[in-house]
């Protein structure tokens, strides 16, 4: 990701757009083989001469025209032909799609790097009962399986963006000239073709499509949408970082993210083990959250054809977004395949909390057998805040044992159906099962992306 967005790549990149132009003209006998092969040759990023072109920039104040010059320096037979025709967006912003769609296929690895990972997990725990928490308090139970399952949802979505956005969304200006119209080509090639015909052979060699109709510009709006899509991986990632830092807390204690041998958690506390992995995760993702807004600026006032006042924060928000993205997705990654289950402490957790689960359970069978609703209700209710003050004093929940020493409750259901409608573990419901059928589906996104690569 650094490579794609390092200096030197860019410049390479704005080579590679200059010499497909070159080419496709010289189809048109608009350029010599003898200039052709003279601009060819020093194309590569071993030539660009940095120093050189930034000491034009200072002169000039434009960094294109800089580097055009320093390339052109070095091309005495053919680089006087070098962006002819073109104006600076024609190079730059194919260059920056480019580079985008690069980057965008290494966030793809990255996505599918955590679905596999995922994958192994859902199989793993899809019948592991847990609790579940709405509110931040003890819910009904569900499975880990499950839970990770949720997860993995979030990225496949993104996933299906990320694949849209490269399908549709990521595609180049075209080469159109000064406002989109494409009158300097329809000059230049003078009868000899036709500007759109020139255009497809360009983008044919840099292996891009162009949008069939852009000003200045390729819609500023794209921005936004790539932008939107990474800050969409940013917050799966977020939400499962907030999740991982909630159960790694000493009170809850059922996942702890990787923690090396000889980590320091802390300079002053030694005792810390520190989730900084999800810590870092939720760091960036709420950094890329930020950034669709400036883009959305951006595209939102463009000023009919174009106007310059995107240009300096683009340079920062699209390289930095890739590179955020991609190292929360590393960390993402980190964190799956070494994260530790502590299924002690889960059970732990069921087991004195699981109960408040299996209430309305009581509460409907009670009422089968003969109790009035309402008193059914106020009983258990009264049993379970004597529950609650005898967990917060840290003493063992006690509430299957107030309900069996309950006369009225206890002339109802026998102690051992009491213990049967509290335990929480036997009521899960479907997770397995929609465990399985979520792996089926992941596992054929998966393999799609295997056979491509095979």
Known sequence: MRRIFSEVNYRATWRRVWVALAEAQAEYGLISPEELEDVRSKMGAEEIDMERSLEIEREIKHDLMAELRAYSERCPVGGGKLHWGATSADIEDNADVIRMREAMGIVIEGLLDCLE??????????????????????????????????????????????????????????????????????????????????????????????????????????????????????????KFGTDLRHLQSPTMGELLEPFSERQVGSSAMPFKRNPVKSERMCSLARYVSSLPKVAWDNAACTIFERTLDDSANRRVILPEAFLAIDECLRLYSEILAGLVVDERAIGENLRRFGPWAGLERVLMKLVERGMGRQEAHERL????????????????????????????????????????????GAHVGDCGDRCLEFLSSLRKILDRYHRRAG
């Open 117 to 238: 990972a995922f994958s192994g997990l859902i199989s793993r725990y899809k019948d592991l009962p847990c609790l579940g928490w709405t509110h931040l308090q003890p819910a009904e139970p569900m499975t880990l399986g499950y839970r990770f399952a949720n997860y993995a949802q979030d990225l496949a979505l993104d996933l299906g963006l990320a694949e849209y956005m490269m399908a549709e969304v990521l595609k180049g200006k075209g080469i159109k000239g000064a406002v989109g119209s494409s009158a300097s080509f329809a000059s230049i090639l003078s009868g000899r073709g036709r500007p759109a015909e020139m255009e497809r052979k360009v983008m044919g060699r840099l292996g891009i499509e162009g949008f069939p109709v852009a000003s200045q510009t390729y819609p500023r709006k794209v921005d936004f949408l790539i932008l939107s899509a990474l800050a969409s991986i940013a917050q799966s990632a977020h």
């Open 381 to 424: 209710r009264a049993h379970s805040q004597r529950a609650w003050e005898a967990i917060r004093g840290g003493s063992e929940n006690p509430l299957p044992d107030l309900l069996k020493g309950d006369e009225a409750i206890s002339e109802r259901l026998r102690p051992e159906e009491v213990e049967g409608l509290l335990d929480a």
